[in-house]
């Protein structure tokens, strides 16, 4: 186990906290991106909440706005990009009010990332050791010989074999699934109240994909961790999270507890992923169920349901008004002026591949 001296006072602080409302409440977060006299709005009023020891998955086709809301979280929004508003509460403590200088003692030390490519975020002149000893110098002013130490039980706790050696290899000399377990021992180095993982198993094969997935858990169930799991992949998301928040065009379209929405999805683009995910309970088609069209780019402020070109329930309010979240069940919210009915045909979660 990693609980050590290290991360032993975060995790009292978060226990001692835990009755007092959620460790991270977004509200209304919004993010654009300014090029010339171009404004992308990437995130719209974008919320959610996030408790202790609990993990959300955030869903949705590329340009939906999960990774920029990441970043937004952890204050990485550089030129161009702006936050314009909203609210990131860390222990009641809004981030997007405080200045870099406190954000840095936040990003790595309180709030961890695991990036989608290991190899583009891991610096090619410097060897693993490097990686590690920095980050714990930086955050912890561990000394060198202790830093080795920890760093070694690191990469032997995320199933790195010789983690010895390791320490002097170079990222460019080590596979997809090892560089990726070096990313999850930097973000737990510091012993992390919550881990964000940005779609952590994209260029994985599906075998290195379930460990890093099993390891990720077990990680996070040791420490009592609370994360955020970013994915394209419905089946990662049954198996690993307690609760979904589905994007679209920067906006939550639904968010819920995942049983509850994988049985009864009440907006339409919700549906349409969860039909898109091949099962094996279906008889085999001629072609894989796709969503017709493609995600906007948001370049102008929405008039109407971002979702109503490619809808199939779409009606003339959709087109003129934007929907609100409001309640679709137990802890369920959807936004849609024309929400989905209970459907025989939806997959239940245990239909969903993991």
Same mark, same amino acid.
């Given at each position: 186990?990693?609980?050590?001296?290290?991360?032993?006072?975060? /995790?009292?602080?978060?226990?001692?906290?835990?009755?007092?409302?959620?460790?991270?409440?977004?509200?209304?977060?919004?993010?654009?991106?300014? $090029? /010339?006299?171009?404004? @992308?709005?990437?995130?719209?009023?974008?919320?959610? *909440?996030?408790?202790?020891? #609990?993990?959300?998955?955030?869903?949705?086709?590329?340009?939906?706005?999960?990774?920029?809301?990441? =970043?937004?979280?952890?204050?990485?929004?550089? !030129?161009?990009?702006?936050?314009?508003?909203? &609210?990131?509460?860390?222990?009641?403590?809004?981030?997007?009010?405080?200045?870099?200088?406190?954000?840095?003692?936040?990003?790595?030390?309180?709030?961890?990332? @695991?990036?989608?490519?290991?190899?583009?975020?891991?610096?090619? $002149?410097? !060897?693993?050791?490097?990686?590690?000893?920095?980050?714990?110098?930086? +955050?912890?002013?561990?000394?060198?010989?202790?830093?080795? #130490?920890? *760093?070694?039980?690191?990469?032997?706790?995320?199933?790195?074999?010789? %983690?010895?050696?390791?320490?002097?290899?170079?990222?460019?000399?080590? *596979?997809?699934?090892?560089?990726? /377990?070096?990313?999850?021992?930097?973000?737990?180095?510091?012993?992390?109240?919550? =881990?964000?993982?940005?779609?952590?198993?994209?260029?994985?094969?599906?075998?290195? &994909?379930? &460990?890093?997935?099993?390891?990720?858990?077990?990680?996070?169930?040791?420490?009592?961790?609370?994360?955020?799991?970013?994915?394209?992949?419905?089946?990662?998301?049954?198996?690993?999270?307690?609760?979904? $928040?589905?994007?679209?065009?920067?906006? $939550?379209? #639904?968010?819920?507890?995942?049983?509850?929405?994988?049985?009864?999805?009440?907006?339409?683009?919700?549906?349409?992923?969860?039909?898109?995910?091949?099962?094996?309970?279906? +008889?085999?088609?001629? +072609?894989?169920?796709?969503?017709?069209? *493609?995600?906007?780019? @948001?370049?102008?402020?929405?008039?109407?349901?971002?979702?109503? %070109?490619?809808?199939?329930?779409?009606?003339? &309010?959709?087109?003129?008004?934007?929907? #609100?979240?409001?309640?679709?069940?137990?802890?369920?919210?959807?936004?849609?002026?024309?929400? @989905?009915?209970?459907?025989?045909?939806?997959?239940?979660?245990?239909?969903?591949?993991?």
């Amino acid at each position: 186990m990693l609980d050590s001296k290290v991360s032993k006072p975060t /995790r009292e602080a978060v226990r001692a906290n835990a009755g007092e409302g959620p460790l991270l409440a977004v509200s209304d977060l919004r993010t654009q991106f300014r $090029v /010339r006299k171009t404004t @992308v709005y990437a995130v719209e009023g974008a919320s959610f *909440s996030l408790s202790v020891g #609990e993990t959300i998955g955030i869903v949705g086709e590329s340009g939906s706005g999960k990774s920029v809301t990441a =970043l937004s979280i952890m204050g990485m929004i550089r !030129t161009p990009g702006k936050i314009v508003g909203g &609210q990131v509460r860390f222990h009641g403590e809004d981030l997007v009010r405080k200045p870099e200088s406190e954000l840095r003692k936040i990003r790595g030390r309180a709030i961890a990332l @695991v990036p989608q490519n290991p190899l583009t975020s891991l610096n090619p $002149v410097l !060897t693993v050791g490097d990686h590690l000893r920095e980050i714990l110098w930086v +955050h912890l002013g561990m000394p060198r010989s202790a830093a080795v #130490e920890r *760093s070694i039980e690191l990469l032997r706790r995320v199933g790195l074999p010789d %983690p010895q050696r390791r320490m002097d290899e170079y990222p460019h000399r080590m *596979s997809g699934g090892q560089r990726q /377990r070096v990313m999850i021992a930097l973000a737990m180095a510091c012993g992390p109240e919550i =881990l964000i993982a940005d779609e952590p198993t994209t260029a994985l094969d599906v075998t290195i &994909q379930a &460990q890093i997935l099993e390891l990720m858990g077990e990680l996070a169930r040791e420490q009592n961790l609370a994360t955020i799991l970013i994915t394209h992949n419905l089946g990662i998301v049954a198996g690993h999270c307690a609760r979904v $928040v589905v994007m679209y065009a920067g906006r $939550v379209v #639904e968010t819920g507890p995942v049983d509850e929405i994988f049985a009864h999805p009440r907006h339409p683009y919700t549906v349409g992923l969860l039909r898109c995910v091949p099962r094996l309970t279906r +008889h085999r088609l001629s +072609h894989f169920e796709t969503i017709p069209g *493609s995600p906007p780019v @948001v370049t102008e402020p929405a008039t109407g349901c971002p979702f109503a %070109p490619r809808c199939p329930r779409v009606t003339d &309010q959709c087109r003129v008004a934007v929907p #609100e979240l409001a309640d679709a069940g137990p802890e369920h919210l959807s936004a849609c002026w024309n929400p @989905v009915e209970i459907n025989a045909s939806t997959p239940l979660p245990s239909e969903v591949p993991g």
